[in-house]
């Protein structure tokens, strides 16, 4: 018996990759999504500035989407995908870690990225809780507390000039003699404290941060630090099916997520560190447009090759395991 071949094979069933499901599942193409389970935010007890959902656990806002996705007739499998290969023809295979192979028409990389903390005692483990990267996502709720920015360069310092938005009493660690004059007056100007020197440890009490112990034995009690992350993209399945990756390890795509391989698309923080929750999701939904439009095309051109050999046109394009 031959294999299905869907229509769009999702790996990655996050925020951008279920968004994506969502549209192209309503659209009647035949959807797999292949996640391995590991949001980028799953250890984060609640999400902000999605709008309407504003303060769910990230979990129900995916539980939700996988229900309403299945509801559509999408199909969702649990498992990691290790390799994406060209079937030779115009689709893909989609090798996944239980020994299955998917076969699919195009193939829609949602996998988002990984987050690579400084090497700090103490750090890693007060991640997501007192230990946080992105001022809009809980800076609200750290507001007018005792905070720091954890930083090394240019980019650290326009950090912390964003993070003093949330409070008037920001302290910002960095190593000795990075700073430039200019940036030192525009700290100053604004009254953020400066602390030059080696971090020792974090200073954990009662399972609360209390501060940040430095080289010399010094604590700066602080209630919460943002750390800007390194951000690695999950973006092996792309390097190794073919897509062109820039220097930094970033995936070049189009705005629709159209990538350099034909029939290989991407959507949410895998090409973009920037997206939110619902930045993902917005696109993983115009990735589900565009790649609809592709698979339109191929439809036309093979309704046309075979309307000239003789065959009648199809009564409809739906395929039949949705078919009621
Ligand atoms: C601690 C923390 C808190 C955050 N809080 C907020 C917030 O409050 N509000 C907000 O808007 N944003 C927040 N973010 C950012 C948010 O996590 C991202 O914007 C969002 O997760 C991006 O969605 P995505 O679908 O691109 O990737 P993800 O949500 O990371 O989903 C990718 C999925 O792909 C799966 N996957 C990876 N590789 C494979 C593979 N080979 N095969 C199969 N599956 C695979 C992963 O397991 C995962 O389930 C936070 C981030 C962090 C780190």
């Known amino acids: 018996m031959n294999q299905h071949t869907y229509d769009v094979a999702i790996i990655g069933g996050g925020a951008a990759g279920l968004s994506a499901a969502l549209v192209l599942s309503r659209a009647l193409r035949s959807v797999l999504v292949v996640d391995a389970g590991r949001p980028r935010n799953a250890p984060a007890a ?27 007739g999408g199909i969702l499998l649990e498992g990691r995908v290790t390799e994406v290969l060209p079937d030779g023809r115009t689709g893909f295979w ?20 990984r987050d690579e903390l400084p090497e700090i005692p103490g750090l890693r483990d007060r991640w997501a809780r007192d230990v ?3 001022p809009y996502c809980h800076g609200h709720e750290v507001r007018d507390r005792q905070l720091g920015v954890i930083g090394d360069g240019p980019a650290a310092v326009r950090y912390a000039q964003i993070v ?31 602390v030059e020197g080696d971090i020792e440890q974090l200073v954990v009490d009662d399972d609360q941060l209390r501060g940040v112990q430095m080289a010399d034995g010094c604590v700066v009690p602080r209630d919460a630090l943002f750390v800007p992350p390194r951000f690695v993209p999950h973006s092996d399945l792309l390097a190794g099916v073919g897509c062109d990756i820039d ?65 009648s046109p199809s009564p409809t394009t739906r395929p039949a395991h949705l078919t009621l």
């Open 247 to 311: 220097d930094a390890g970033w995936v070049t795509a189009d705005p629709t997520g159209r990538t350099s391989v034909p029939g290989v698309w991407v959507a949410g923080n895998v090409v973009d560190p920037r997206a939110q929750v619902i930045t993902a999701a917005g696109a993983g939904s115009a990735a589900a447009i565009a790649l609809n439009a592709d698979l339109v095309e191929d439809d036309v051109a093979s309704a046309v090759r075979d309307f000239n050999r003789g065959f």
């Open 94 to 113: 989609a090798l996944v870690d239980s020994g299955q192979r998917i076969a699919a028409r195009r193939v829609l990389v949602t996998t988002g990225l």
């Open 164 to 194: 003093r938005q949330w409070t008037h009493d920001l302290v910002y660690f960095t190593p000795p003699d990075v700073l430039t004059q200019a940036e030192r007056a525009g700290l100053v100007a604004r009254a953020i404290g400066v």
């Open 132 to 134: 946080l990267h992105c």
């Open 46 to 72: 609640h999400m902000h500035g999605y709008l309407s959902r504003d303060g769910f656990p990230p979990s129900d806002l995916l539980a939700s989407g996988r229900e309403e996705v299945t509801r559509y």
